[in-house]
């Protein structure tokens, strides 16, 4: 009889379902041969990369035969200019889901337990439970509340005891796009205990309109880590880089767990010009926001109800399985996020794309409904 190599892992890894990516164009095609698609599924950036970082990825290509600078010095420099801390506070990921994982497999043991919202991000639960850790999951706010699905501070901190060593919190939240108020997130992380870290993901900053810079906390709270990517406003997905903020003793121990040029030289290269071109970046948000109001007016007048989002998606309603939506805006070229494997069998999250994709998106829904 062959092997049964499942049963042979770890306990933590043998429960795992892997993490479920949106559907590639290239897929859809060869799936259903249909043509001239739009892929509104994984809140890419529609507006393509930074002309500034593309340039610098083709400046790098005649040294791919030597390894990437494994401390990734310019990168941590730029970085560190950026938001006003010292390098070593710095940690650098393969895309900001690298450093959460690196984060629950330094802190995490099947005798501790993290603490994170209903409706968070998927890697939250996959890299706590994949190191055999207890998962809290805190009740989110209800749907008529006035942060529909979010974050509920109070029931996460209640879940909190001696061995809670990570809590983790999405601000603004994927895939429910919520947003917290800035003086509540910061009076919970003053009441987290010093001996559990509080990792503050904050992909989506960028399009929000929140004020306070979060960075001006490290320097309050010795065990906040801020994570953040370029693979959002940035529009470098494809080159997955991200990082975190700490303090420096924590980012010493990731570094002790972190893979050997985890970043390559081209996401190096592209990260360090992509911060620069403020440019692009304001172009970015300008997109988002017009393309947000649009979305919004246009889902709403086909009667499905939406969640206000800070982010560069709309969590949406469609009032019935939407699986079947979902199946039907493929044949009609249109890839959007359905949301089941979050707890949200209704939903679909709807990534913010350019004028014409928005409107090729609205009109497949309003072909379907009818």
Same mark, same amino acid.
């Given at each position: ?16 379902? !892997?993490?479920? !990516? ?18 509104? +599924? ?67 043991? !099947?005798?501790?337990?993290? %603490? ?38 109070? +029931? ?130 300008? %997109? ?83």
């Amino acid at each position: 009889m062959a092997c049964d190599f499942l049963q042979l892992a770890t306990p933590g890894v043998q429960g795992l379902h !892997p993490y479920l !990516p949106g559907k590639p164009i290239a897929e859809l095609e060869r799936e259903y041969g249909v043509s001239n698609i739009i892929k509104l +599924a994984s809140n890419e950036n529609p507006l393509g990369s930074s002309p500034a970082a593309l340039k610098a990825i083709v400046g790098g290509l005649g040294e791919l035969n030597l390894y990437p600078d494994a401390n990734g010095f310019d990168l941590k420099l730029a970085l560190s200019q950026c938001h006003g801390v010292q390098a070593e506070c710095i940690t650098l990921g393969n895309g900001s889901n690298d450093v959460l994982v690196l984060l629950a497999e330094a802190w995490l043991s !099947p005798v501790h337990n993290a %603490v994170f919202s209903e409706y968070c991000f998927a890697v939250y639960p996959i890299a706590t439970q994949a190191v055999g850790a207890e998962a809290r999951i805190a009740p989110a706010l209800p749907a008529a509340s006035e942060m529909p699905l979010g974050h509920d501070l109070q +029931a996460m901190a209640e879940l909190i005891d001696s061995n809670t060593r990570i809590v983790f919190v999405a601000n603004p939240n994927n895939p429910t796009g919520t947003c917290l108020d800035m003086l509540e997130l910061e009076s919970f992380i003053g009441n987290i205990p010093e001996n559990c870290l509080i990792v503050l993901d904050e992909a989506y900053l960028e399009y929000s309109e929140a004020e306070t810079d979060t960075t001006r906390w490290l320097e309050k709270y010795s065990n906040l880590v801020i994570t953040r990517t370029f693979s959002k406003a940035f529009g470098l997905a494809g080159m997955r880089v991200g990082y975190a903020l700490s303090n420096p003793q924590i980012a010493a121990v990731l570094n002790r767990v972190r893979q050997p040029f985890n970043v390559n030289s081209l996401a190096l290269l592209a990260a360090e010009a992509a911060l620069g071109d403020t440019e692009f970046l304001a172009e970015t948000k300008a %997109v988002n926001r017009v393309g947000m109001q649009q979305l919004q007016s246009g889902l709403q007048a086909l009667g499905l109800q939406t969640i206000p989002s800070a982010g560069n998606f709309i969590l949406t309603d469609m009032g019935a399985a939407a699986m079947p939506v979902y199946e039907a805006l493929l044949r009609r070229s249109v890839i959007v996020r359905p949301v089941g494997n979050y707890g949200l069998p209704n939903h679909l999250r709807i990534t913010i794309g350019m004028q014409a994709q928005n409107d090729q998106l609205l009109n497949a829904l309003q072909a379907i409904y009818a």
